[in-house]
């Protein structure tokens, strides 16, 4: 009896025991007996009931930082530290938020992302916000928990209404997690909000250029990326008063990464160039994805033309932007500086986190207003 629990849980964790006992073909009092009488091997969730085998019962991917920020790198690194809860067996997964820290947009959209993909992938999964209240309270403010799936649990608990919707994008410096979802269905004119918020809080100098950058990305999670879990998009402005502030726009979804729209077109009518980058070789996604950026004519629209992402590159240029790109298993880095791309490069051999995941940032200029920026 006990190893067919223990396969069955391995596969299924947060069964409960009339559950077991259905699916194994055996008593209920009898399953359970066993369960309770071997909790060094089995653990029960005190909330669901559910049981889950110990060895595999919980992953816990613990974000740590040692400055006053917690950014995407922070997050990068305690994956590469734990390796990616999507590749665990593990039936339950808590990522612990450190104290004392403000986090960037960046580090809280990877941090949705993957929470959301665990539930996808029939895991339990637990925020643990507990020595870090205070961030809590502002990504409630900034919408994180209106795209947090519902059956994700918050500790020390889930605020118990929106203050996204309460406070109705009238945040100055943030502009709230906004919904794309594939195809456009049921979207807002997500590129139009951001611009708009921009406007208000900084004036209309570079609200074009960001519009631009945010159509063509938010265009690509709609028209390619077949996301089932919805995909966002937000903006932030941090710094401070003797700084030059930022911006950070985040372009976030759980779809096909960008190589996988791309390669149907390429190799349909530019076979050369498909050879070029032959998909056997791993340096060569993160190739094409700069190819398709840095000289265009790769879109994966009907027809294989247009401008796609390279209209990124002529406003990223016109901003002196850094943009990152994190895709399944690689990512892809580009910072512009007076003008030109003065860096290009990338990483590969990344833990796993579906889907595409971009962050365009770019400073104000000295003649636009600096305000409120903390939350």
């Known amino acids: ?46 909330d669901t009931f559910g049981w ?33 809860p999507l590749d665990a067996d593990h039936g339950h997964v808590t990522i612990k938020i450190p104290g004392e820290r403000k986090i960037l ?26 020595e870090n209240k205070a961030a809590l309270s502002y990504l409630n403010r900034a919408g994180f928990v209106d795209r947090l799936d519902s059956t994700i649990k918050i500790l020390p608990k889930r605020p118990s209404s929106s203050a996204a919707q309460r406070y109705n994008a009238n945040n100055i410096g943030l502009v709230e997690f ?30 074009n250029k960001l519009f631009t950058v945010v159509s063509e990305f938010v265009a690509n999670v709609e028209e390619h990326s077949g996301t089932v879990i919805p995909g966002f998009a937000g903006l932030q402005c941090y710094g401070s008063a003797d700084k030059r502030a930022k911006v950070i726009t ?6 096909k990464g960008i190589c996988e729209t791309l390669r149907p077109a390429i190799d349909e009518h530019l076979p050369l160039l498909a050879k070029k980058f032959d998909p056997s070789l791993p340096v060569s996604d993160p190739k094409l994805i700069l190819h398709a950026i840095l000289k265009g004519g790769l879109s994966s629209r009907e027809g294989g033309g247009g401008a796609g992402l390279h209209n990124s590159h002529s406003k990223a240029v016109e901003l002196n932007a850094t943009i990152k790109i994190r895709q399944e298993n690689f990512s892809v880095l580009m910072e512009y500086k007076a003008g030109v791309l003065e860096n290009k490069s990338w990483t590969l051999n990344l833990p796993k986190l579906i889907g595409t995941h971009i962050v365009f940032e770019f400073s104000l200029t000295k003649t636009q207003p600096l305000l409120k920026l903390e939350p």
């Open 1 to 46: 009896m006990q190893k067919r629990i223990i396969q069955l849980l391995s596969k299924f964790p947060g069964l409960k025991a009339r559950e077991i006992a259905s699916q194994l073909v055996l008593e209920r009092k009898a399953v359970s007996h066993h369960l309770h009488e071997n909790l060094e091997i089995f653990i029960q969730d005190p």
């Open 52 to 84: 889950s085998v110990i060895k595999s019962a919980s992953f816990v991917l613990e974000l740590t930082c040692g400055g006053t920020w917690l950014t995407d790198t922070h997050f990068e690194k305690a994956l590469s530290k734990s390796g990616s």
């Open 105 to 130: 947009l960046c580090a809280a959209a990877k941090i949705l992302a993957i929470a959301n993909q665990l539930v996808a992938a029939k895991k339990k999964v637990e925020l643990d916000f507990s």
């Open 178 to 207: 906004l919904e794309i979802n594939a195809y456009g269905d049921n979207s807002d004119n997500v590129p139009e909000r951001l611009k708009n918020s921009f406007i208000e809080a900084f004036g209309k100098n570079n609200s």
């Open 250 to 255: 985040v372009i976030s979804d759980s779809g």
